[in-house]
């Protein structure tokens, strides 16, 4: 989907500031670009098959520079919304669902793309979490999104935590099953291992006896097929099990799940909903779940919020 500002005001004001948010995920690149009067342009690529991560970066410059002459103007700053892991020095020191990535010099590569402009980058999840709190009007959040892998955010009074640039809140590797199946991390029984669309998918799969798309298992949770209701409610007792691991340790007052696959799954935030109130120790009320109300832009959204922070 491309978003394009065709005004007459857009048209008469070149010299507006632009703001740009991309988020990098594991099978796509999103990216949304804002003035200070709402979002111009909108759009998504796919990765190529992956080889390289020079040939993933080329393509990313690909992209940006179609992005930077459709516009027809410079960014004033670009917030990246990341799921690696990225090393004081600025270099990816592990992306499981891209390992040919690690060892990038991220913020040298991205400086390069964008000479013009003030350029940080911040975990997806953390991001993700900051969005849906402002969004939301909730300074007590946990955030989680649910896509390729497992990403999640923590905001305590307003603050993403443990806060952006001192580490990521990575509830995607909480063990949530002894023994359980391996994480691309190299663990056993990570939620992301468990949860994530992928994995619920190959369960999905098994149960079937064949192969399962996205489309089809959202159809057959529709229909209420055994083998779909089975594989995503595996995926929501994992989900909910993280959640009341992080309730008992830092009390939000609200979760919202999103993510690409989540929000594609019907019924999904109100299944984890109901397995959280399973968990409840006595005296203890279940913690609120709700579908985030970015749906599956949360991390885009917040690396514009980003990019906002950061401009000159």
């Known amino acids: 989907m491309r978003v394009r500002d065709s005004s007459p005001n857009a048209l008469d004001c070149p010299a507006k500031v632009h703001y740009l948010g991309i988020d990098i995920g594991g099978t796509k690149v999103a990216f949304r ?3 200070d009067t709402g ?3 909108e759009t998504a ?4 098959p ?3 991560a020079a040939l993933d970066l080329a393509q990313l410059a690909r992209h940006v520079d179609e992005l930077r002459a459709r516009l027809g103007t410079p960014f004033a700053a670009v ?3 990341m799921p690696a892991t990225v090393g004081p020095a600025g270099r990816i020191t592990a992306w499981p669902s891209r390992p040919e990535w690690t060892g990038v010099a991220l913020e040298a590569s991205l400086r390069a793309m964008f000479p013009e402009a003030a350029v940080a980058w911040a975990d997806d999840g953390d991001l993700g979490a900051l969005a849906e709190a402002q969004a939301s ?3 007590d959040l946990l955030y989680l999104g649910v896509g390729t892998g497992i990403g999640g955010g ?7 935590c443990p806060g952006l640039g001192r580490g990521s809140f990575e509830i995607g590797h909480v063990i949530v099953e002894m023994g359980g199946v391996r994480c691309v991390c190299g663990r056993q029984g990570c939620l992301q291992a468990i949860a994530s669309g992928p994995a ?3 369960r999905a799969a098994l149960l079937r006896g064949t192969k399962a798309t996205f489309e089809e298992l959202r159809q057959a949770m529709c229909d209420g097929h055994l083998w779909a209701v089975a594989a995503v409610e595996q995926t929501c007792r994992a989900l909910a099990a993280a959640v009341a691991g992080v309730q008992e340790l830092v009390h939000p007052r609200l979760v919202l799940i999103g993510g690409g696959f989540a929000t594609g799954i019907p019924g999904l935030a109100g299944l984890v909903s109901d397995h959280l109130a399973e968990l409840a120790r006595p005296g203890q009320l279940p913690l609120p779940v709700q579908p985030a109300a970015l749906g599956g832009l949360s991390s885009l959204r917040g690396a514009v919020s980003l990019a906002r922070l950061i401009a000159p």
């Not at 923590?154 to 993403?160: E, I």
């Open 33 to 35: 670009v804002e003035t």
């Open 45 to 48: 690529f796919a990765w190529a």
């Open 154 to 160: 923590l905001v305590l009074r307003g603050v993403p």
């Open 137 to 139: 009007d909730c300074d």
């Open 39 to 41: 979002c111009v342009d």
């Open 79 to 81: 917030g990246v919304a």
């Open 200 to 202: 619920t998918l190959r």
């Open 50 to 52: 992956r080889r390289s």
